[in-house]
T-cell receptor, first 119, second 111 residues
């Protein structure tokens, strides 16, 4: 019962380098999300997807790209890393939209996070 | 951007004490969730509250959603070292695809 799996757990990048954070879920969830967590700032939504082939921007999408070719996978790409992208990144998934009231299926299941440092 | 402010930002208490964490916003939410996050892990859901004025109890934890659905509180009775962690509130708008997270309260319970 893996849930949401993120790789890598840690990564150090130089300014201008590119990389992809991988995220996979095995719960057949329709909705997948990428958040970043900065100290004292809470979690901010970068991108989300409501199903395979459909993605949309969140609050802080600049400098990132995503794709959703399958239900299970939702990779996050950083094209030109900048120090401002130093953060902990969390992937999450849910069966229904998180705003869908009382249904237990709107619960977000998070991965363990990927800590990225850009120097 | 929705803003959810949590207070206090840091809290260090002795085992056995009671505490309350607050989550406030000027926005109305259709539901509000509380998560606990431990170092090196993702947040884990504790509770979802939906109705204004709703109170939910989870063992020693009591959650309340404000009447106007703009604020919430988390009360812990007789805190234990296992309660140590980062507590996050998160509000959702009806049918939305995003949760707006609070700034977090880092709780340390000293044995």
């Amino acid at each position: 019962n893996a849930g949401v799996t993120q790789t890598p757990k840690f990564r150090i990048l130089k300014i201008g380098q590119s990389m992809t954070l991988q995220c996979a879920q095995d719960m057949n969830h329709n909705y997948m999300y990428w958040y970043r967590q900065d100290p004292g700032m809470g979690l901010k939504l970068i991108y989300y997807s409501v199903g395979a082939g459909i993605t949309d921007k969140g609050e802080v999408p600049n400098g990132y790209n995503v794709s959703r070719s399958t239900t299970e996978d939702f990779p996050l790409r950083l094209e030109l890393a900048a120090p401002s992208q130093t953060s902990v990144y969390f992937c999450a998934s849910s069966y229904y939209p998180v705003g869908q009231g009382r249904s237990g299926a709107n619960v977000l299941t998070f991965g363990a996070g990927s800590r990225l440092t850009v120097l | 951007t929705q803003l959810l402010e949590q207070s206090p930002q840091f809290l260090s208490i002795q085992e056995g004490e009671n505490l309350t964490v607050y989550c406030n916003s000027s926005s109305v939410f259709s539901s509000l969730q509380w998560y606990r996050q431990e170092p090196g892990e993702g947040p884990v859901l504790l509770v979802t509250v939906v109705t204004g004025g709703e109170v939910k109890k989870l063992k020693r934890l009591t959650f309340q959603f404000g009447d106007a659905r703009k604020d919430s509180s988390l009360h812990i009775t007789a805190a234990q070292p296992g309660d140590t962690g980062l507590y996050l509130c998160a509000g959702a708008e009806g049918g939305a695809n995003n949760l707006f997270f609070g700034t977090g309260t880092r709780l340390t319970v000293i044995p």
